[in-house]
C-alpha cells in the first residue's frame, strides 16, 4: 500500500452537462471526496459554454487539488455535429487538468463499465448504484457525477497497471 493517499479528479464530458468526481485511492481503498456537475446553457455561445467548462473545472482542480486525472473516452454514433460539440467539450476537460499540470488518463465507457460494474454493457443506473456501493459516503446529485466517479474509480484500479507498463 502506499505511503499516503492519490487524489483523483474524473470527468465525464459533456457540452451541455460535465460531470466529475473526486476520490482519494490508497492501494485498494477508495474514500469520496466531492462531486458535482457542471452545466451550461445551451442558448449561449460556444464560445461561452466551453469558457464555464474551463473555469469550472479550473476551481474544482484549485479547490480539490488532485494529483491525478481521468477522463472518458466519448462515443457518439449521433450526427457529425453532435461529435464536433462533444469533442470540444471532451478538449476542455482534459485541456483544464493539462493547465493545472496534472497526469491525465482516459478511459473507454466500456472500460470504465467494465471496471465498476463487471459488464462493459451496464447501463447509466447500474453504474450509479454500483458508484454507491464502492463509495458509501458518495451522493453524487446527477449521473453525469456518478459517471464522473466511475472514471476516478477505473483509474484508481488500474494506474498502477499502466505505471508499471510505462516502465517496461
Request: proline share 4%.
Amino acid at each position: 500500500m502506499s505511503a499516503s493517499p492519490i487524489r483523483i479528479l474524473g470527468v465525464d464530458p459533456g457540452l451541455r452537462n460535465t460531470g466529475w468526481g473526486i476520490i482519494d485511492a490508497q492501494g485498494s481503498r477508495l474514500v469520496f471526496v466531492a462531486s458535482g456537475c457542471l452545466r451550461t446553457d445551451t442558448n449561449s455561445p460556444m464560445g461561452e459554454r466551453l469558457r464555464r467548462l474551463l473555469e469550472g473545472l479550473g476551481e474544482v482542480i484549485a479547490a480539490f487539488s488532485p494529483q491525478e486525472a481521468a477522463v472518458e473516452e466519448t462515443f457518439v454514433n449521433r450526427d457529425p455535429q453532435s461529435a464536433l460539440k462533444l469533442g470540444q467539450a471532451r478538449g476542455i476537460a482534459l485541456a483544464a487538468p493539462a493547465l493545472a499540470g496534472l497526469a491525465i488518463e482516459e478511459y473507454a465507457a466500456n472500460l470504465v463499465k467494465k471496471t465498476v460494474v463487471g459488464n462493459g454493457h451496464a447501463d447509466k443506473a447500474q453504474v450509479a448504484m454500483m458508484v454507491r456501493v464502492l463509495l458509501p459516503a458518495s451522493f453524487a446529485a446527477s449521473k453525469d457525477a456518478a459517471d464522473a466517479l466511475a472514471v476516478a474509480i477505473c483509474h484508481a484500479q488500474h494506474r498502477e497497471a499502466l505505471s508499471r507498463a510505462r516502465r517496461a
